[in-house]
């Protein structure tokens, strides 16, 4: 086993495209840390050059201590599992697991042994003998899985894996590979674009945008703590809500102003201890973010915790849960850090639209009960401890 290191790593395509910039990051020995972001953000091409299928352009990429910018992909010892399960559709399941050994020459009894725990561990054993096209989507990942599995590898590197397979398996799925990391203890390095997988399966997730690394640390730390505007609105579905907001000062206390001032919210000393930047911007403008399950009834909460008369536009039931879309006056922010973290154009452009407007809407998630009617006009409070702020124009944590 053995931690990776990347020391100002970078990437530049010959067509000038700077795909990695600056990259500095430890992943240490038998750490699970997940690389994500919006599409093109760089974290396929960062796993690539760790494997060795892309050339480092600029800094010091290390494998266990050793030096790899120059190492081919075979004199690595890493094992990669793919988004396509790319198995051999002639050979057998033990034959597809065992082929890597096949090729380096293991001997045959040394084969069967690997294949055979790697199958116990990965509950193959009953499917060794059949050809890929009589598993199912999940059993042929297992395949995948157990072919880098046997190769008892110094890392292990995951692009997508779970991709094609359909919502329930890939829950299951997730489970089942942060177990079966954890109890191999094999260090490894998982790409991926969506937030549930990185909050519910590594130790650390790395959040990139165009190339740069934002931000690296324990998945509840990254959702709780965002350093940037950016980490905030990428993490977390539904997506946090952000808005325009002004600081202000009443005698001992600061408010944030939302809508030209019709919304003013108490910031408490909860959330000036989260941020103890705010009392440093009063009077300036900042970006404001509200997770929707921090949105409660407003006869929850005190007057200067509340959001009144909002007109429901939109309720999505979810069984356990709802999610309701209400009407502000709330300016968003624009920017391209929100247009990164939005991986979605429809939905970019109706930001868009709503900023023209001279407004969004928010999103509150609430227990399951008996859904508003929209158009309805509802009392809507929100715990203010639980408030985000960021710079403005930076985009930065005000910490």
């Not at 202000?248 to 003013?264: H, K, Q, W």
């Not at 979810?318 to 209400?326: I, K, S």
Request: proline share 5%; glycine share 8%; aromatic share 6%.
């Amino acid at each position: 086993m053995a931690e990776i290191v990347f020391e100002g790593v970078n990437k530049i395509f010959p067509d000038g495209t700077h795909a990695i910039i600056d990259l500095d990051l430890e992943v240490a020995d038998e750490e699970f840390v997940i690389f994500v972001g919006p599409s093109g953000c760089g974290k396929s091409t960062a796993l690539r050059m760790v494997a060795g299928l892309e050339d480092i352009t600029r800094g010091k990429l290390s494998i266990g201590g050793q030096v790899v910018n120059d190492l081919t992909p075979k004199e690595r010892d890493i094992a990669m599992v793919f988004q396509s399960y790319a198995l051999y559709p002639h050979m057998s399941v033990a034959d597809n697991m065992g082929f890597a050994l096949k090729l380096a020459k293991v001997p045959k009894s040394e084969i069967e042994r690997r294949v055979n725990d790697a199958a116990e561990v990965l509950g193959l054993t009953d499917y060794l003998h059949r050809k890929p096209k009589a598993l199912s989507g999940g059993q042929r990942q297992r395949v995948a899985m157990g072919r880098a599995i046997v190769r008892s590898p110094q890392a292990f590197l995951m692009d997508e894996p779970l991709s094609n397979l359909d919502a329930k398996l890939r829950v299951q799925m997730r489970a089942e590979i942060a177990d079966l990391q954890s109890r191999l203890g094999v260090t490894t390095l998982y790409v991926t674009h969506d937030q549930v997988e990185a909050m519910t399966m590594g130790d650390r997730v790395a959040v990139l945008k165009a190339g740069r690394l934002e931000q690296c640390d324990a998945p509840q730390r990254l959702y709780d703590h965002p350093d940037t505007i950016f980490v905030a609105g990428f993490m977390g579905s539904p997506s946090m809500n952000i808005a325009e907001a002004q600081l202000v000062r009443d005698g001992d206390t600061v408010f944030v102003e939302l809508e030209d001032g019709n919304i003013r919210l108490r910031v408490p000393d909860a959330a000036i201890e989260q941020y103890p930047g705010v009392p440093d911007h009063v009077g300036e403008r900042v970006a404001v973010g509200l997770r929707p399950e921090h949105f409660t009834l407003a006869d929850e909460v005190a007057q200067d915790q509340r959001l009144p008369g909002r007109e429901i536009r939109m309720v999505e039931m979810l069984g356990a849960e709802m999610l309701v879309h209400f009407k502000t006056g709330a300016a968003p922010i624009v920017s391209e850090d929100m247009r990164a973290a939005i991986d979605d154009v429809d939905a970019f452009e109706e930001l868009q639209r709503r900023a023209a407007e001279g407004g969004q809407d928010f999103v509150a998630r609430f227990d399951a009960q008996a859904p508003p009617r929209v158009g309805e006009r509802v009392d809507y409070g929100f715990r203010t401890e639980y408030l985000h702020f960021f710079d403005f124009e930076g985009g930065a944590a005000l910490r």
